[in-house]
């Protein structure tokens, strides 16, 4: 049974002497209906393309049906053949090639397409029904089909056959009322049988003819047998356009000129657009109004750095000649300072020439980052002037004793020291030289005080008188000489 996906279908078929035939099909669910059908049997003194003109007119239909048609006679061919499974670009140049076992014309001067029937079980290849004709013909099919206005399949009626009608045998009228083409069922598509002769090779019915289950034919069950069996080409296309397969093949079918395709749903299309533009000139307007508030913010910063230049301008201006080269001195050196620090080494080299004798520096020294030193010295006598000399150092500073711990027992006193490693800066170098050199003068006066005081006893010592010696005559019995004068 068919899957039916579209609501309302119009097909069209003619026949080169003139017949035109056409029906209108409406979906029901899972059934299909005849609701109106139309024919016109003028011949040829009237163009083909104005007589399916008066059919669309007549019977009607809004721009969302569906719309097919196609020739009923001689002038195609077609074609089932077993494909492998490829891609559809794949697919169409391996079919080009095929074509050209079916007739000698070169595929230059054919129009032609194709439709994937089926796909084998347990098999990688697909059958595929490739049909063709002259491209004259073609041409002269889109000059006939120009009469409908729009269309949506340009294609002949047996093409349209399976999955429509699957294993069922199907009758299609010929070129004059006594023949007929029974397209029977194979193993590999379909078979092409003339039926012409005796009156019982011949379907009795629309029915027959068009096996459609769930199908009501409508008032085309009121017409004579033969003038029923000359719409089975309108119905097989009327009933393939409801099909969700005609979807599927419109993109392997031979195009539809650009001028007959639908232009449907152009309402819609028309307001789709006029939302792309609003939205885009909503966001046009939006991205300008946010560029002129960024303008004016930017606009606002340079008029507040343009005062606050012209304010420091002035307070320079205001300033001390000396407290202005002091600032762009600090600031040249802010700028252009570079952080650089002792080295380790270095530092060992200036804690041990400091750390005079007897004290000296037990094993727990720590070097952190950013150039902390902790360290602890021992000594018997304390240094007062240690931290002062750490600090008067000129790769030393910061200097700072945590804790000073005796040891009365074995007379000796711990102190733990923190200081970091970096080079003075020139107060400190002043205020280092300045302690220097009074240390000196200390040192200097010192020295000539002790000198002093040396000469004073030297000078007393000799002034002192020499006592004589008492009891002489106890002594030994001998009388001493006297004392030689003092000079």
Not at 335 to 343: E, M, V
Request: charged fraction near 25%; aromatic fraction near 6%; proline fraction near 6%.
């Amino acid at each position: 049974m068919p899957h039916y996906v579209n609501n309302s279908c119009l097909s069209f078929t003619w026949s080169s002497l003139g017949q035109c035939r056409g029906v209108r099909l409406r979906r029901s669910g899972d059934r299909c209906r005849v609701e109106a059908f139309w024919g016109d049997d003028t011949g040829r003194s009237v163009s083909l393309a104005e007589t399916l003109a008066a059919g669309r007119r007549a019977l009607g239909g809004s721009e969302m049906t569906v719309c097919l048609a196609g020739a009923t006679d001689s002038g195609w061919a077609m074609a089932d053949v077993d494909m492998p499974n490829l891609k559809a670009a794949e697919l169409r140049n391996a079919l080009s090639f095929e074509l050209r076992k079916h007739t000698p014309l070169p595929v230059e001067r054919l129009t032609w397409g194709y439709r994937v029937l089926s796909k084998k079980n347990n098999e990688n290849r697909v059958l595929v029904r490739l049909y063709y004709l002259k491209s004259d013909i073609w041409r002269q099919w889109v000059e006939t089909a120009s009469g409908l206005g729009q269309l949506d399949v340009l294609l002949p009626p047996p093409v349209a056959l399976d999955p429509l009608l699957n294993e069922k045998t199907v009758f299609f009228p010929g070129r004059n009322a006594h023949d007929c083409f029974r397209f029977v069922p194979s193993g590999s598509g379909r078979a092409i049988v003339t039926a012409a002769g005796p009156e019982s090779e011949r379907p009795q019915s629309l029915a027959e003819a068009l096996p459609l289950e769930q199908m009501d034919f409508g008032g085309l069950k009121e017409l004579s047998a033969e003038e029923q069996f000359s719409y089975v080409g309108a119905l097989t296309l009327g009933v393939y356009g409801l099909t969700r397969a005609l979807s599927r093949d419109l993109s392997t079918l031979a195009p539809t000129p650009e001028g007959l395709r639908p232009r449907r749903n152009q309402g819609v299309r028309v307001l789709a657009y006029a939302l792309v533009l609003y939205i885009l000139a909503c966001l046009l307007i939006g991205g300008v109004r946010a560029g002129q508030s960024r303008l004016a913010r930017l606009r606002l910063l340079e008029s507040e750095r343009q005062a606050i230049q012209t304010q420091t301008a002035i307070l320079q201006k205001q300033l001390n000649p000396e407290v202005r080269a002091y600032a762009k001195a600090l600031k040249q050196e802010l700028t252009d300072a570079i952080a650089i620090t002792p080295s380790l080494p270095q530092a060992l080299l200036e804690l041990t020439r400091l750390i005079e004798p007897p004290a000296w520096m037990s094993g727990r020294f720590e070097w952190k980052e950013g150039g902390q030193v902790d360290f602890q010295i021992q000594e018997v006598e304390s240094d007062p002037e240690l931290a002062s000399r750490l600090e008067y150092s000129p790769i030393l500073g910061d200097v700072r004793e945590l804790s000073s711990v005796y040891d009365a027992r074995e007379n000796k006193r711990t102190r733990k020291f923190t200081l970091n490693v970096r080079y003075d800066t020139d107060k400190e170098r002043v205020e280092a030289q300045a302690a220097a050199e009074k240390r000196r003068e200390q040192e200097a006066a010192a020295a000539a005080k002790a000198a002093t005081e040396e000469m004073a006893d030297g000078e007393g010592e000799e002034e002192a008188p020499v006592a004589p010696v008492a009891g002489g005559d106890e002594a030994g019995g001998q009388e001493q000489p006297p004392a030689p004068p003092r000079r």
